[in-house]
């Protein structure tokens, strides 16, 4: 039997519980009225069943990552799991009740990072397929972000192409590092190449950081995971990709940043003058070369943030007058915060109303070609 009929069999036990054929009733019809803005979240979380089976099957080998740590707590909440593999019931009536329009979907942290390369790349196809039919069940209600296996860069590039071209999703998901190494690494860039050439923005989702350094962070104070682990971990990525001079080698790139853009756009002035007055060849590019432009350039450029996880009015104007309204999108991080919280931060946002139309959807619908309501 092959990697991808034995991810689908063993999923047998969660299925029938998890994942409704049919849709509840009522459960497409629009949001109620009364709230202000459409509402597109980009930061939504689901799960398969195989996905969980994956998790299972990593806890007997992989036992000391922080990851498979965690996902073992979250295999014991039967609340989050049974969110996280909804889709047709549940999600919906949660979605209607806040206010949201659309959940752009995204196969949950560390997607299909933890196993090996042939285990992730089928659990891509899988993922991408299920996403794809979960997509024309609820055509106005989900869009979503495609995985793909990093663990073998050929492959991956392959299932980009697919993904975007043949299952019309609508842009990508990558879980920061894999096996401890990350994307500026040159062995990576035929996902660059790929994304690319399909005109499909990266979302860099969080995740722990790999060990040692998530053992500092968990070992005596417990700052793995949202609360400091993730967006130290994802932060470092994306500077990474900064300095190597990704961007120049790809100047059409676009990378999308969770959680008020994981701090990067709070420490813009500081890491411009760092890399101008920092010693001669202190910080190397891929390329040996300096890079062609500041560093905050890139970040107003080529990354987009997402509110997910950080309603706070404050960071929110903050980032407006750092990045402007087209490149902040809404989301909220479903299911791990909550969506009512997050639609009506968005519905008060102290910002120009152009503004805000942009930021709660207007942008996903541009950056993740969304279909826009009507």
């Given amino acids: 039997m092959d990697r991808r009929k034995f991810l689908e069999s063993s999923s047998a036990l969660l299925s029938a519980a998890a994942l409704g054929a049919a849709a509840a009733p009522g459960a497409d019809a629009a949001p109620a009225p009364g ?29 000391h990552d ?20 909804d889709v047709d019931h549940e999600r919906l009536s949660i979605m209607d009740k806040a206010g949201v329009d659309v959940h752009v979907l995204s196969l949950t942290s560390p997607g299909v990072q933890l196993p090996d390369a042939d285990t ?29 296996a990093p663990q073998d860069p050929a492959r991956a590039a392959k ?105 990067v756009p709070y420490w813009l002035y500081r890491m411009d003058y760092m890399y101008a007055n920092a010693a001669a060849g202190i910080y190397k590019s891929v390329s040996g070369r300096k890079l062609k432009r500041k560093p905050s350039d890139y970040v107003k450029d080529n990354f987009y943030i997402t509110t997910s996880g950080m309603n706070d009015h404050a960071v929110l104007r903050y980032n407006h007058g750092v990045l402007g309204p087209d490149h902040i999108l809404f989301a909220i991080d479903y299911p791990y915060q909550e969506s009512v919280e997050a639609a009506n931060f ?25 279909k826009p309501a009507g």
């Avoid at 994802?234 to 500077?239: D, E, F, I, K, V």
Wanted: proline residues 5%; charged residues 20%; hydrophobic residues 45%.
């Fill in 159 to 263: 299932e980009i192409d697919r993904a975007i071209n043949k299952l019309k999703l609508n842009g990508l998901i990558v879980n920061s590092h894999t096996n401890a190494e990350y994307l500026d690494d040159r062995k990576f860039w035929p996902i660059f190449e790929a994304a690319t050439a399909v005109d499909a923005a990266i979302y860099i989702h969080p995740r722990n950081p790999p060990a040692p350094a998530a053992q500092y962070l968990k070992a005596d104070v417990n700052l793995w995971a949202a609360i400091w682990g993730y967006q130290q971990e994802t932060g470092l990525h994306a500077m990474r990709l900064i300095i190597s001079g990704i961007f120049d080698e790809f100047p059409k790139l676009k990378i999308v940043l969770g959680h008020a853009g994981e701090a």
């Fill in 35 to 63: 709230r202000k803005y459409r509402l597109v979240a980009t930061e939504e979380a689901f799960s398969i069943p195989e996905q969980v089976e994956v998790f299972q099957q990593c806890k007997k080998t992989l036992w």
């Fill in 346 to 370: 968005m519905n008060a946002a102290p910002l120009p109303e152009a503004d805000v139309e942009k930021i709660a959807h207007g942008n996903a619908e541009k950056i993740f070609r969304v």
């Fill in 120 to 148: 992730a790349t089928s659990l891509a196809t899988i993922a991408n397929d299920r996403l794809a039919e979960m997509i024309q069940r609820h055509p106005t209600r989900y869009a979503g972000l495609a995985s793909f």
């Fill in 66 to 85: 922080p990851d498979v740590e965690q996902w073992a707590i979250f295999l014991g909440q039967a609340a989050l799991m049974g969110r996280l593999l």
